[in-house]
């Protein structure tokens, strides 16, 4: 059995709307070969389909949302705020000795606001139906001001 490992937002977040890509992985450190990146879907066919695939197999699925920025400074925008988060936790993790401060460190705080858990077998969408979702995504992104 597989993992997946997926934001957990709560029901009203814009994030949510956004398009979801799905990168499988070796669930095993041992294993080496590159990761597949699939998408984007609408994120309940990208968790739907990721929990298809690795429910039965030994694989990792990471679901996360698409970022769509459309200019240089936006993107380097994320990546300050992806370096800055980094940082911060390497700082946190540095701090906690090896009798009991790293106990106050959850594992979400050590995983971001993610959740792994174990995936279930899951009847995947139907084609047809991931087709409509990424038509519904293109013409999300293509209209001004996204």
């Known amino acids: 059995m597989g993992a997946l490992v997926t934001l957990e937002l709560p029901d009203d ?35 739907a389909l ?29 990546i300050a705020a992806a370096q800055i988060a980094a940082e911060d936790e390497a700082v946190e993790l540095d701090e906690a000795t090896v009798y009991g401060d790293y106990e106050d460190v959850g594992d979400e705080e050590l995983i971001g606001e993610s959740s792994r858990r174990a995936a279930q077998p899951q009847q995947p969408p139907d084609p047809a139906e991931v087709r409509a979702g990424l038509a519904r995504i293109a013409a999300m992104l293509t209209r001004p001001g996204q």
């Open 13 to 47: 977040s814009p994030i949510l709307a956004l398009p979801w890509i799905i990168t499988f992985g070796p669930l095993d450190d041992d294993e080496e070969w590159e990761p597949v990146v699939c998408g984007p879907y609408e994120r309940p066919h990208a968790l």
């Open 50 to 78: 990721a929990e298809s695939v690795v429910a039965d197999e030994e694989l990792m699925a990471v679901v996360e949302p698409l970022l769509p920025r459309v200019s240089a400074d936006e993107i380097r925008a994320e």
